[in-house]
């Protein structure tokens, strides 16, 4: 059973241009959630699927940003417009659904560099 | 309001030597889970434990050791005889009606040879 993938690992974009990064989940967990983590802060909650439904976005989620799970498996966190301050390492996590007691399992992360 | 408090920005010890990172947290909720994760230099979080509300009972794995405190809203971490593998960005976190987890600021461990 492999774990969370995630891709690319790193990206490096100019202001203005739009990123896409893709999440592959442990298989069978249906819910996937999207973190952000900038230098020397722990990780920030962005969004949440329950398969292909997102149930729950935070403000920290700009209208740049759009995270679609289309059919319940992978999941990509588009950001258009990239600014300097969305320059951070954008975290996966996937956990089987049915509890709000386990622990997220989380990916190495896909760090973004807006120059 | 929940939140995750972990004063401790930055530990540094000698291999061998013990080390407890603070967590504090705040929650309403009767019904909580609180989590250690460890998020050495590859930057993947790796879960090292998970405790319940009701459940007070501290818990030792090896050198690992946590101490939950609810009458202080207190969930410690203790590394017993730290080795420089244990260097890591330590972070705790908690759970309760939401589906998601709310991290601290995370303690920088670093343990010299």
């Known amino acids: 059973d492999t774990g969370v993938s995630q891709d690319p690992r790193h990206k490096i974009t100019k202001r203005g241009q739009n990123v896409t990064f893709r999440c592959d989940p442990i298989s069978e967990h249906n819910r996937l959630y999207w973190y952000r983590q900038t230098l020397g802060q722990g990780p920030e909650f962005l969004t949440y699927f329950q398969n292909e439904a997102q149930l729950e976005k935070s403000r920290l989620l700009s209208d740049r940003f759009s995270a679609e799970r289309p059919k319940g498996s992978f999941s990509t966190l588009e950001i258009q417009r990239t600014e300097q301050g969305d320059s951070a390492m954008y975290l996966c996590?996937?956990?089987?659904?049915?509890?709000?007691?386990?622990?997220?399992?989380f990916g190495e992360g896909s760090r973004l560099t807006v120059l | 309001a929940q939140k995750v408090t972990q004063a401790q920005t930055e530990i540094s010890v000698v291999e061998k030597e013990d080390v407890t990172l603070d967590c504090v947290y705040e929650?309403?909720?009767?019904?909580?889970?609180l989590f250690w994760y460890k998020q050495p230099p590859s930057g993947e979080l790796v879960f090292l434990i998970r405790r319940n509300s009701f459940d007070e009972q501290n818990e030792i794995s090896g050198r690992y050791s946590w101490n939950f405190q609810k009458s202080t809203s207190s969930f410690n971490f203790t590394i017993t005889a730290s080795q420089v593998v244990d260097s890591a960005v330590y972070f705790c976190a908690l759970r309760s009606n939401t589906d998601k987890l709310i991290f601290g600021t995370g303690t920088r461990l670093q343990v010299f040879p």
């Open positions: 996590a996937s956990s089987p659904s049915g509890t709000h007691t386990g622990e997220l399992f």
């Open positions: 929650t309403r909720d009767t019904t909580y889970y």
